[in-house]
């Protein structure tokens, strides 16, 4: 089974797809086969990070639907992103280029700061990869490093420069934050993945990322879902998303899943996604979120679920870390 799969186009004129798969929380036992099976339902985008350990094993599982013929290299939009701990400019390519090893290609295509917050550096030889704490331990010391934005951000764009990557993004970035770099950039943000689904929808910061032509990804789509015995304090604070009346109710109206009501959602309106599931029928259903059009009546029904409730939030790791605030 293959599905086609709807795209927007990135500044730099490269096809981004509307529905990708994520790679988090993905077991590095179960990575190359899902990653491979995704391929092969038609998915051609794979959102990956170093800090998920488990890129070696996506890219066995792109690695060998290559060899297949099921894909090309240039027909998937593979993604990384740069851990905190290397964001001093000197460390940035090493850091991509591990993470190209790892994934056993080229070039990303899209290449993301993952969070604009700079910790002291671990070295990969010591421990890869390193994770918040500076021993590594959940209970050790984060320490911060002195890395200012813009040295990180100048380095970033060398990469674009050496033809490691084709595009830069930012990640976990407030709209302050985005209009401070934007003074600067040479290269722009080609995309901003933050935290958006129906109780958090961030509809100012997607029209600041559209004024300045920055495409906008989601994660976390189904909310509440994702964060079971992460952030079980803020889980029960909401109704899972899948059981919630409107979302049924609109669900059943269309005769599809409430998981696909939620991502259309996002699709329609030009906002990626990047779900995750091992099981293949979940798979193709979050694939086939594009298969149908929601009224601007349900839009609004669905945005207006939005509490402001926020999932990810570095700040409950340590104080220092209040991005958002």
Known sequence: MSTQQNTVKLPS?????????????????????LVYTSLKLGYRL???????????????????????????????????KLWNTFHAAEHVEAACRRSLADWG???????????PISLKYVDPKVRYPPGWSYDGTTTGKLE???SPYHKTWEAMEKLVDLGLVRNIAISNMSGGLIMDLMRYARIKPAVLQVELHPYHAQPNLVKLA????????AY?????????????????KCEPLFTHSKISKIAKSHN????????????????????????EARLKENLGN?????????????SDLDIGLRFADPAAIDPRLAIYA
């Open 144 to 146: 911060i490093e002195d």
């Open 256 to 279: 599809v899943t409430e998981a696909q009501v939620v991502l259309r959602w996002a699709t329609q309106r030009d906002i990626s996604v990047i779900p995750k599931s091992s099981s």
């Open 105 to 115: 290609v080229d070039y990303f295509d899209v290449y993301y700061v993952h969070m």
């Open 13 to 33: 004129g490269d096809a981004y797809p509307l529905t990708g798969l994520g790679l988090w929380k993905v077991p590095q036992s179960a990575c190359a086969d």
């Open 220 to 236: 976390s789509s189904f909310g509440p879902t994702s964060w079971i015995g992460i952030s079980d304090s803020v889980v029960a």
């Open 46 to 80: 794979l959102d990956g990070a170093a800090d998920y350990d488990n890129e070696v094993q996506a890219g066995e599982g792109l690695s060998r639907a290559i060899k297949e013929g099921t894909v090309k290299r240039e027909d998937v939009t593979v993604v990384s």
């Open 290 to 302: 594009e298969s149908f059009d929601l009224t601007e009546e349900e839009i609004n029904i669905i």
């Open 210 to 217: 559209r004024a300045f032509d920055i495409h906008v990804t």
